[in-house]
């Protein structure tokens, strides 16, 4: 790296200023997930040395044991948000409701989702986890921001990113203007530019699905790995399965793959699959479409789908678009319907 390497906050202000409405309040909002998430990395990579490992005791809204790292990376994103003030509303994986940005803090333009610490249960066995966002321009005109403002489709951000906490902590974002990574100097406490444009490879070598689940996928998921397996691709492909979304991600993006979470039977209480479609699902699929990828819940584009509710789960094949459209084509045979429009 050299001093010619731009840092994330000279990127963002480099492309702002290249939008002549900027105000800077983008450029301050996308600061506070930096730093939001320089302070996790720095609790993340500590983890196993003081006491902030293990759990809480308690449960999230979605019912699953909180980890105290879980908490600490929440309770930073929505601190540092508030105080942006750029931000009008906010909702988190591990918040039951919406966190309306009130007095004191100045209400700001923009509305942010998040899941602030993807893959918490692979914490203690020091496997990538991931933080990941997701950026609206509020509807509301002013004061504290509303549910319209964030139940929004992923066609609808301006922005969308994450952070993995890995063998090195990466920052990748897109405004729809390509998809570009950046990668944290400890020494110097800032994001460098490592990749601008990112675009995933061209043919998929890997593809990425807990195997387990196998007995309890529906049919159209059976034919569309069967195909992978044992069809024309037969040999082009490696299965890797980290079980941490934003690993799993990143790592197709990278080298070139697919990755899928489906709807299937095994658990009852999770018809429409585990994933959560506002700050998991839309932002990836912003990336990925961005990266030249694409994202479907087996039927519709991933963008296309309007949240009902913040906690909203929804199946998830993402990456590759040649896979991806081939799973919609097999649940497409599976249901009698040609690939339905928006696949
Ligand atoms: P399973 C992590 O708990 C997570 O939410 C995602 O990061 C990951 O892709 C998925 O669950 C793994 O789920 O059921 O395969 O362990």
């Not at 105000?23 to 006491?51: H, P, Q, W, Y």
């Not at 942010?112 to 509301?140: H, K, M």
């Not at 990748?172 to 950046?182: N, P, W």
């Not at 991933?302 to 009902?308: F, G, K, R, S, W």
Request: net charge negative; aromatic share 8%; charged share 20%.
């Amino acid at each position: 790296m050299t001093h010619r390497t731009p840092t994330l906050a000279q990127f963002i202000t480099e492309k702002e200023h290249a939008l002549a409405v900027a105000t800077g309040e983008f450029a301050s909002l996308m600061s506070a997930i930096a730093l939001s998430t320089k302070l996790i990395s720095r609790e993340v990579n500590k983890a196993g040395l003081v006491d902030i490992l293990g759990l809480t005791g308690d449960r999230n809204i979605q019912g699953e044991q909180v980890q105290k790292l879980d908490l600490f990376a929440n309770d930073t994103l929505v601190r540092t948000l508030a105080r942006s003030g750029a931000v009008c509303i906010m909702g988190s994986e591990e918040v039951a409701d919406f966190i309306p940005v009130a007095p004191p803090h100045t209400c700001g333009r923009y509305v942010v989702v998040f899941d602030p610490l993807d893959g918490s249960s692979n914490i203690d066995v020091g496997a990538p986890i991931g933080t990941i966002f997701a950026i609206y321009r509020r509807r509301s005109s002013d004061g504290p921001g509303q549910a319209t403002d964030l139940l929004r489709p992923g066609r609808e951000q301006v922005a969308a990113g994450y952070v993995i906490y890995g063998s090195s902590t990466i920052f990748v974002y897109s405004t729809g203007e390509g998809v570009h990574a950046f990668t944290l100097d400890p020494s110097l406490g800032e994001f460098l530019l490592t990749d601008e444009g990112l675009r995933i490879p061209e043919q998929a070598r890997i593809y990425s699905i807990n195997d387990a689940n196998a007995p309890w996928w529906p049919p159209a998921v059976s034919h569309w790995v069967d195909g992978m397996r044992h069809g024309a691709g037969k040999g082009r492909y490696t299965a890797r399965y980290i079980g941490s979304l934003v690993a799993d991600f990143h790592r197709n993006l990278l080298r070139g793959g697919v990755f899928a979470y489906p709807a299937d039977t095994r658990d009852p209480a999770l018809p429409d699959g585990k994933l959560r479609l506002l700050y998991e699902a839309a932002p990836l699929a912003f990336l990925a479409r961005g990266a030249g990828g694409h994202a479907s819940d087996g039927y519709r584009d991933i963008l296309d789908i309007v949240p009902d509710s913040l906690h909203q789960r929804t199946a998830l094949f993402i990456g590759n678009r040649e896979e991806v459209e081939a799973a919609v084509a097999c649940y497409g045979q599976e249901t009698g319907r040609g690939s339905s429009g928006g696949s």
